[in-house]
C-alpha cells in the first residue's frame, strides 16, 4: 500500500507565504508524476501544480508567479512553495501521486493525501 503525508498547512494572513510538504511512502518503484490540487467550498477540485520525475512543471493560471512547485525523486517527496497568498487560495489542498508503480505490480495507480488546510485571512 502507498501513503501520501501532507504537511504545512495552516492560517496566514493575505500576502504571506506556506510551504506545503508530502511524502509517499510503501513498495514505491516509481512516481510518473507529483503534484497539489485544492478544493475550496462550493467549488470543484482544480489543479494547482504538478510535477513530473523528469521535472516538468505544470501551473494553474493562478499559481503563476507566486507558486513553485519541487520534488525529490529519490525520497518520493513534493513540495508547493506558496508566496504572495491571497485570501481565494484558502481551500483544502491534496498532495496526487499518479502513475505510480509498486514493488511485484504490474500496472500504475494514482493516489491522494488526506489533505491539508490553507486559509488566507485578509
Known amino acids: 500500500q502507498v501513503q501520501l503525508v501532507e504537511s504545512g498547512g495552516g492560517l496566514v494572513q493575505a500576502g504571506g507565504s506556506l510551504r506545503l510538504s508530502c511524502a509517499a511512502s510503501?513498495?514505491?518503484?516509481?512516481?510518473?508524476?507529483m503534484g497539489w490540487y485544492r478544493q475550496a467550498p462550493g467549488k470543484q477540485r482544480e489543479l494547482v501544480a504538478a510535477?513530473?520525475?523528469?521535472?516538468?512543471?505544470n501551473y494553474a493560471e493562478s499559481a503563476k508567479g507566486r507558486f513553485t512547485i519541487s520534488r525529490d525523486n529519490a525520497k518520493n517527496t513534493v513540495s508547493l512553495q506558496m508566496n504572495s497568498l491571497k485570501p481565494e487560495d484558502t481551500a483544502v489542498y491534496y498532495c496526487?501521486?499518479?502513475?505510480?508503480?509498486?514493488?511485484?505490480?504490474?500496472?500504475?495507480?494514482?493516489?491522494r493525501g488526506q489533505g491539508t488546510q490553507v486559509t488566507v485571512s485578509s
Open positions: 510535477i513530473t520525475s523528469g521535472g516538468n512543471t
Open positions: 496526487h501521486a499518479d502513475g505510480v508503480r509498486r514493488f511485484g505490480a504490474l500496472d500504475y495507480l494514482d493516489y
Open positions: 510503501g513498495s514505491i518503484v516509481s512516481i510518473n508524476a
